[in-house]
């Protein structure tokens, strides 16, 4: 896989949503470690140039796959390539013997955002919700308040200071 066009289309997906972009060294291990070790399956999408517009990593253990990371362009969106991608991420699922696929979180109370798109793609390839839970576990409260309190301490500090 071409991880440079992969890095290139993972800038762009986090521009058009405002999210923080993952280090290099992030995707690299993806790539080069559990890639080689088969124990991730990346398939890309390409357009009738032969320029990659979508990616998707897939962590395969056992039985198991978990829809891991994604970097798509604004045409793959357009176009429904990241459609495609799951579908044949499913057939080779299914070719190696995989039994479960973990798509992660989904929001289907949500109208109209981000989230709810990301649901309806989730549920459009015949996934069954399951309850989420998400916590916390905090086994030092008070040593976890103070440092909560030294962060929006530091944060006040940081954007007073910026506005001098």
């Known amino acids: 896989m071409d991880l440079p066009a992969y890095l290139q289309l993972h800038a762009e997906n986090c521009r058009r949503n405002g999210l923080p972009q993952k280090p290099p060294e992030y995707f690299k291990s993806i790539f080069e470690t559990f890639g080689q070790q088969a124990m991730a399956l ?64 989904a929001f289907p109370a949500l109208h109209d955002s981000k989230l709810k798109r990301i649901s309806d793609f989730k549920k459009g390839f015949g996934g069954r919700l399951h309850p989420y839970f998400r916590g916390t576990i905090i086994t030092r409260p008070i040593l976890s308040a103070g440092l909560d309190l030294a962060r929006a301490l530091r944060a006040a500090y940081t954007a007073n200071s910026d506005e001098h």
């Open 42 to 105: 990346i398939l890309a999408a390409i357009d009738a140039t032969g320029s990659p517009i979508a990616f998707h990593a897939f962590a395969i253990y056992k039985r198991a796959a978990l829809y891991w990371t994604v970097a798509s362009s604004q045409q793959a969106l357009l176009c429904g390539a990241n459609d495609l991608v799951q579908w044949e991420a499913l057939r080779q699922f299914r070719a190696r013997g995989v039994d479960f696929y973990e798509t992660g979180e």
